[in-house]
């Protein structure tokens, strides 16, 4: 057990915006809403998959949407309350703990507000261990655990339960056009888990960890050290392009931000380039025409000089960038875990070849 | 109290074809959804609101969506229940009554095969007195009484609750873009109503007005007497244009089904021409340009020979068609019931003026 105040918050945000691979939603907005919620409320409790109970009603949170419409319309915090009472009431229980969905981005932030908000402890954990677009590209989805009920509220007093689903793309579907219905942004409580369930089936320590990765950028801007290369270290990354983004093409479509960016190679890398394609989250790396990266690997675009990660609705022409490719956990590279996640899951006729093979 | 058996369908199915205005769905359909529960499970019991207690829990029940869908995907009769089921389960209650949404078409017969299957007994009347295509277009929305929960279920194990609206707008957008993403068809409960609600706000005896205007269509065919001028007589109607479909254009979209006809006049109208538009339901009807009928008036197209209704997705080149006029439940004809129904409802920029006044 640990408690997170107002002086962890940076570095979460940091850590969560490498981890989150481009998307999540801008870590910022995650940054004040949770700033905002310890201020008010006092620090979170965050605790290891050890401490909760087997039988613990621990309730995954996330916003849903696509990351371009909050660059507009802010979340205000009330959406994943909202959820989870909805969820509460639905269901006739009372959650015991809150986790994130995904370590990415303002979502890793988003359960923490909520956190203090409601006094709930929060689970050193998620489901991802980075972002995804998808409501079937969990670690619950891949072990098959139930699916529904599903809640979604917005900030007007709208809420949505899906109750029942036939699959997890069905779940998927009809999460994600409620979310179009109320604007592309909502606060959402996805099925409850078990404490025997999240230790079995989550994916832990990674609140922890994107506070430690968030440190260790800090600590190399401290000491003057390169912050990309400390990010490399911290998590065992490759180092795969630096450039300067040339292009960018980006649409908000079917309550996703999808698109392409083309970088120009700098330093080592004059001459070449490099296409990311993303759906939220990067999905796909060529360098030179040829397949370099693909999702499950985490593929994070930083800032060249400051380390920070550069999400897919901030990248824009003339930023200097590299491109750093992370491990994913180890339930996403199995083939279930691909099924889910691999290239084929986000429509590329791609087999998955790790970078790190 | 009394009984409907399979002897009964037959009526209620002409008579609600009639009411249906155009939409509510091929009664035919309904009509073998009923026989079939009526078969298997036994005749329904309908009750008039006096025999309903105050605290009586009544579910509103129908089916969702563009009546062409229906055309090519039948229900299956498991819609409604999967439906009912959710219902319960979300509000912890258990239903002791059944009600149409709406008396037209394949809806007046859809909660009667729920009846059958149920065991439930079916209250006499319903929230429309004919067909609308929206969520705020009822009696209970014009009594502004609470609009959720609202379940909606298809025949794939796929069920969405909406917990909350922030108004009966947002209500119809969430639970049509749910419908949509199901395919355009999908059997829905509103929420519950108290029996002092429906007695207060409903509206009354239009299951048994079904019956007797089908018994009036098939005593007249009987004794060679215009089935036309029976529904007339029945419910003090008004004729309004008699011709032959001309042009029909007609389109599935935002899960309605929206268009126009152009009748062409024969006999006494020779020389005229008629147009109607529809949402799922006519709309408003032109005499030679100029606005004869609008919502509403109940606006119902007969076939001239055999006086049965021809709806918005039946409609085709060559029908001898009459037009006849309705008068419309009194609740519809208040200031505020217009707001709910009136032409402005439709998008139409026209003042309700009644054929009857």
Request: net charge negative.
């Amino acid at each position: 057990m640990r408690e997170i105040g107002l002086a962890d918050v940076d570095d979460i945000a940091r850590g969560a915006g490498i981890l989150g691979t481009g998307g999540g939603g801008d870590p910022y907005l995650g940054k004040l809403l949770a700033e905002t919620a310890i201020t008010r409320h006092g620090p979170i409790t965050v605790v290891t998959i050890d401490e909760v109970a087997p039988d613990a009603v621990v309730i995954p949170v996330a916003m849903l949407g696509a990351p371009t419409v909050c660059q507009e319309k802010l979340p205000n915090g009330t959406e994943a309350l909202t959820a989870l009472r909805a969820l509460e009431a639905a269901t006739g229980t009372e959650a015991t703990h809150l986790v994130p969905i995904e370590i990415g981005g303002m979502n890793s932030l988003v359960p923490l507000a909520l956190a203090a908000e409601t006094g709930l402890p929060i689970v050193d954990g998620d489901a991802m261990g980075r972002a995804f677009p998808e409501a079937q590209m969990t670690s619950f989805a891949i072990h098959d655990l139930p699916m529904y009920p599903l809640t979604l509220a917005d900030v007007r007093d709208n809420a949505v339960i899906v109750a029942r689903a036939q699959s997890w793309k069905w779940m998927e579907r009809l999460s994600r056009t409620a979310c179009v219905a109320v604007g592309s942004i909502a606060g959402t409580c996805k099925a409850p888990r078990t404490g025997k369930e999240v230790k079995e089936c989550g994916i832990l320590y990674t609140t922890t960890k994107a506070i430690r990765l968030g440190q260790a950028v800090q600590a190399a801007r401290r000491e003057h050290r390169d912050p990309v290369q400390a990010v490399i270290d911290a998590e065992r990354g490759l180092r795969l392009f630096t450039g300067k983004v040339q292009d960018v093409a980006r649409r908000a479509t079917e309550g996703f931000l999808r698109g392409t960016a083309l970088l120009e190679g700098l330093d080592a890398d004059r001459g070449h380039a490099f296409r990311l394609a993303f759906q939220n989250e990067f999905a796909v790396g060529w360098l030179d025409g040829v397949v370099r990266v693909t999702t499950p690997d985490l593929i994070c675009v930083l800032d060249t000089v400051s380390g920070d990660a550069v999400g897919t609705e901030t990248l824009r022409y003339g930023q200097r960038v590299t491109v750093v490719a992370l491990p994913a956990a180890p339930v996403l590279l199995t083939p279930k875990g691909l099924e889910h996640v691999g290239p084929r899951a986000f429509g590329y006729d791609l087999d998955f070849r790790s970078v790190f093979a």
